[in-house]
């Protein structure tokens, strides 16, 4: 590995972080209204959170880059603010956040409806609130799931390819990850040396964020198993 080879995967642990950091709070909001509520329309938000699963990521990359131009509604709130995502690694962390929502939001999803119902209805019954039943039994219980959750959405972004060159290039040292990296190294003769080391780079991450988390999904049934009311 190079000391440029080292930048690109230290860039990618580094918009892949941001991603999960930032797509966790909504992925475990949207968990828990479809978890936990009943409403019209729920079928078609359920269909939302989960249409980047099947669109092409270079059509979700596209409406990013509508939504972040500086016409767009999300380019002109950053301009306010004095900030801006296109060409930089900011937003290649929102391109990959975008990407690994559905899969959080479905694992998270599933350990709060594994939760038991009678435990929760139990703390009410001794006096505690609904915050407190939320911090002290429901959060608890489901906390391994959600960290499984987070764990997939940061092996999601790692691969993320599609949405982040079509939103803000393929830059050196900036927007640059792993993916992009090995896609640009194809383009260049000679350069199979690199794309196998950053592959196998690659494939080292992805195996070890995939095999956390299926310990953590693993940990989350085993510790429900062991809570009877």
Same mark, same amino acid.
Request: aromatic content about 6%; charged content about 10%.
């Given at each position: 590995? $190079? ?7 230290? #860039?990618?642990?580094?918009?892949? #972080? ?17 978890? @936990? ?21 270079? /059509?979700?990359?596209? #409406? ?17 603010? !004095? /900030?801006?995502? #296109? ?12 990407? *690994?929502?559905?899969?959080? /939001? ?13 435990? &929760? ?14 911090? $002290?039994? $429901? ?16 092996? @999601?972004?790692? !691969? ?36 196998? @080391? ?5 494939? *080292? ?8 988390? &299926?310990?953590? $999904? @693993? ?11």
């Amino acid at each position: 590995m $190079t000391g440029e080879e080292w930048g690109i995967v230290l #860039l990618s642990l580094q918009v892949s #972080l941001a991603a999960m950091a930032g797509a966790l709070p909504l992925a475990f909001v949207l968990a828990w209204v479809l978890a @936990r509520l009943q409403f019209p329309g729920k079928i078609l938000l359920d269909g939302l959170v989960h249409l980047p699963l099947v669109l092409p990521p270079v /059509v979700i990359g596209w #409406l990013l880059l509508i939504a972040f131009a500086p016409e767009g509604p999300g380019g002109r709130l950053l301009a306010l603010l !004095g /900030v801006s995502v #296109l060409f930089r690694w900011t937003g290649a962390a929102i391109a990959a956040a975008v990407m *690994a929502l559905p899969l959080m /939001v479905r694992a998270i999803r599933l350990s709060l409806e594994a939760v038991d119902p009678r435990l &929760e209805a139990a703390a009410r019954t001794l006096g505690a609130g609904p915050w407190q039943t939320f911090w $002290t039994i $429901t959060l608890p219980l489901a906390a391994p799931g959600v960290l499984a959750g987070a764990v997939l959405g940061f092996a @999601r972004s790692l !691969g993320e390819f599609g949405a982040t060159i079509t939103f803000v290039s393929n830059i050196p040292d900036e927007t640059r990850t792993l993916p992009l990296a090995i896609y640009a190294a194809l383009q260049l003769p000679g350069g199979d040396g690199a794309v196998w @080391r950053l592959a196998l780079m690659a494939v *080292a991450l992805s195996l070890a964020a995939l095999v956390a988390s &299926e310990a953590l $999904t @693993r940990a989350s049934g085993s510790g429900r198993g062991g809570h009877v009311l």
